[in-house]
């Protein structure tokens, strides 16, 4: 059991670290200048420079890369341009009661009103017992607001 942990452990960290510098290259990847966009469209070249310099984008890529490494294994993950300079850290701790509570109701609520290819109705059933192809029989529920 404490093999099976460990190698679990270990490729969740190999997934994250993954996603995170497949996050950060794709940043690189989009075309436009993250100064620009900051600084605004109507801003000087020295407004832009100096936005680049505060942001560390004059910095070469594997000194940004290891930064927000460092940055993202102490929690902080900046602040936010779109929401007029709030935490993002903040704003996920903010909406993730409601994360939680859509990811919960997905995993409880999926058996509920399958049916099987085949016509008959599988709802209840324990899993295991259930064959492995199923539709749902409901609509798609409306988006949740707040």
Avoid: C
Avoid at 83 to 93: K, P, R, T
Avoid at 120 to 131: I, N, T, V, Y
Wanted: aromatic share 8%; hydrophobic share 45%.
């Amino acid at each position: 059991m404490t093999g099976w942990l460990l190698r679990r452990l270990g490729q969740m960290i190999i997934v994250i670290l993954g996603v995170v510098s497949l996050a950060f290259l794709l940043s690189y990847v989009v075309p436009g200048d993250p100064a620009r966009l900051v600084a605004g469209p109507n801003a000087s070249p020295q407004a832009v420079a100096s936005i680049a310099r505060q942001l560390g984008l004059d910095q070469s890529v594997w000194s940004q890369y290891v930064s927000y490494l460092g940055r993202l294994a102490h929690g902080n993950l900046g602040t936010s341009f779109a929401l007029e300079d709030q935490s993002v850290g903040g704003e996920i701790w903010r909406a993730l009661p409601y994360t939680v509570w859509l990811a919960v109701g997905g995993v409880l609520r999926p058996r509920k009103g399958a049916v099987m290819l085949d016509g008959r109705d599988w709802a209840g059933r324990r899993p295991e017992r259930q064959p492995p192809v199923a539709v749902s029989k409901r609509q798609p529920e409306p988006a949740l607001t707040r």
